[in-house]
């Protein structure tokens, strides 16, 4: 199985600030999601993370909110702008690996929001 | 319109008998179909899948059976532990999505002692 880290593993956030979560994949994989997970509720795609292009988001969701890095093949990060109760949620990351491009999880990032 | 989901959205079973978790799916140009399985304060972790061109794929203690002329999912888990508590999520993947992969609502089981 895929190994995929995130960082930070929690936060607790002021209203109007900003926050970027991490995600570290251990091998080379050639695409990345971003996931939302709003308390209680199943996942909702925010985006995929594209190397060397700009992610495609999700209806629902703009660059603006979620601007999203691909700097490299193993790494993304996913930034959570001007932040509000209403973003408190788990964020995952996702990455196919393997021959059968299993979808595998991060741990996700719990967030919350003051 | 578009929907993976789940009929119930708890299910307490006891410890030792099997459960079944059901799913319904909407979009018959999904030809790759998910179950994973998360638990309080982790990521979704993947449990088996399957494709359109199969009706049944068994792994340890879990089965699951496609029927597309209904567009139905199913998780069988045989003699249920305490360990399998937690949401189950059934999730697509249509062919022409890039991977992306489409999430159910969840159903909770509950293992009773």
């Known amino acids: 199985s895929a190994v995929i880290s995130q960082k930070p593993s929690r936060d607790i956030c002021q209203r109007g600030t900003s926050l970027t979560i991490q995600c570290q994949v251990d091998?080379?994989?050639?695409?990345m999601f971003w996931y939302r997970q709003q308390p209680g509720q199943s996942l909702t795609l925010i985006a995929t993370?594209?190397?060397?292009?700009?992610?495609?988001?999700e209806s629902g969701f703009v660059i603006d909110k979620f601007p999203i890095s691909r700097p490299n093949l193993t790494f993304s990060t996913l930034t959570v702008s001007n932040m509000s109760p209403e973003d408190s949620s788990i964020y995952l990351c996702?990455?196919?690996?393997?021959?059968?491009?299993?979808?595998?999880f991060g741990p996700g990032t719990r967030l919350l929001v003051l | 319109g578009e929907s993976v989901g789940l009929h119930l959205p708890t299910l307490s079973v006891q410890e030792g008998d099997n459960s079944i978790i059901n799913c319904a799916y909407s979009?018959?140009?999904?030809?790759?179909f998910i179950w994973y399985k998360q638990e309080s304060g982790k990521g979704p972790q993947f449990i088996i899948d399957?494709?359109?061109?199969?009706d049944k794929r068994q792994g340890q203690r879990v089965t699951v059976l496609l029927n597309k002329t209904v567009k139905h999912l199913s998780l069988q888990i045989a003699a249920t532990q305490p360990g399998d508590s937690a949401v189950y999520f059934c999730?697509?993947?249509?062919?022409?999505?890039?991977?992306?992969?489409?999430f159910g609502k969840g159903t909770r089981l509950h293992i009773l002692p």
């Open positions: 996702s990455a196919p690996r393997g021959v059968q491009e299993t979808q595998y």
């Open positions: 091998s080379q994989v050639t695409m």
């Open positions: 993370a594209n190397q060397g292009s700009e992610a495609t988001y």
């Open positions: 979009n018959s140009a999904s030809d790759y």
């Open positions: 399957i494709r359109s061109n199969m």
């Open positions: 999730a697509e993947n249509k062919a022409n999505r890039d991977d992306k992969i489409i």
